[in-house]
């Protein structure tokens, strides 16, 4: 998991979020960047694990988390409470054109469909 230290993890007031970025259709985004805004102004930017996990330690308070990929996307508003581990899943569906391509079958020489060429 990619964690975030420093102060805020030695403070009373913080509590945990771990989470995972994920397509609806299961397939986890590793290294997925993650925004995070919060009261005050308070903004960070964070990346997914190569697994899509992704862990931060927080002052407690509401949040939205939202996935930076490939233009704007809908967040998620996450209240951390004090001493306290919230988990998160992000779920983040990206354009067609941005996902990895397969191959697609063979087409045989002469389909029952296809015209005569001449």
């Known amino acids: 998991m990619f964690f975030v230290s420093g102060l805020l993890a030695a403070q009373p007031n913080t509590g945990h979020v771990e989470g995972i970025v994920h397509t609806s259709t299961g397939r ?7 925004s995070i805004t919060g009261p005050s102004g308070f903004r960070v930017l964070i990346h997914a694990n190569p697994n899509g996990e992704f862990s931060i330690a927080l002052p407690y308070g509401r949040y939205q988390f939202t996935v930076q990929r490939d233009g704007p996307a809908p ?3 996450v209240v ?9 899943e992000l779920v983040f569906d990206p354009p067609l054109a941005s996902l990895p391509r397969t ?8 389909s029952p469909n296809d015209s005569p060429s001449e």
């Open 80 to 88: 951390v409470a004090a001493a306290q581990v919230t988990r998160v």
């Open 75 to 77: 967040g998620v508003t």
């Open 103 to 110: 191959a697609s079958p063979a087409r045989s020489a002469s």
């Open 28 to 34: 986890v985004l590793g290294g997925a960047p993650i």
